[in-house]
């Protein structure tokens, strides 16, 4: 059993940086992707960004790249999400979820756990 809680959203100006973390508990953390989605009201979840068991590869939405950092920490079982650039309209829950496997894994199917999620809010 994997147990996963986000932590580090919050307010932000737009334009601002937050930087989220997913503390994970459980054995298989080290072996596994982990990655981050996000739902804001009214909408689907979307995939954010996702990095290998080992942190050598990530992936991104195109929304996100060149201004979000996905990274991992496999001694401290955690991994975060640096966000910069913020815009409005990412304001949503923030999801971490850990692998069904190694790579990197862009859909939610391929997610086996979840944390309960994080708010961000990005104002104007």
């Known amino acids: 059993q994997v147990h996963l809680e986000e932590s580090g959203g919050g307010l932000v100006q737009a334009g601002g940086s937050l930087r989220l973390s997913c503390a994970a508990s459980?054995?298989?953390?080290?072996?596994?992707?982990m990655g981050w989605f996000r739902q804001a009201p009214g909408k689907e979840r979307d995939f954010v960004a996702t990095?290998?068991?080992?942190?050598?590869?990530?992936n991104y939405a195109d929304s996100v790249k060149g201004r979000f950092t996905i990274s991992r920490d496999n001694v401290r079982n955690t991994v975060y999400l640096q966000m910069n650039s913020l815009k409005t309209e990412e304001t949503a829950v923030y999801y971490c979820?850990?692998?069904?496997?190694?790579?990197?894994?862009?859909?939610?199917?391929?997610?086996?756990?979840w944390g309960p999620g994080t708010q961000v809010t990005v104002s104007s």
């Open positions: 979820a850990s692998g069904r496997v190694g790579w990197t894994l862009t859909k939610e199917s391929d997610y086996g756990y």
């Open positions: 990095i290998n068991w080992s942190g050598s590869n990530t």
């Open positions: 459980g054995p298989i953390f080290s072996g596994s992707a």
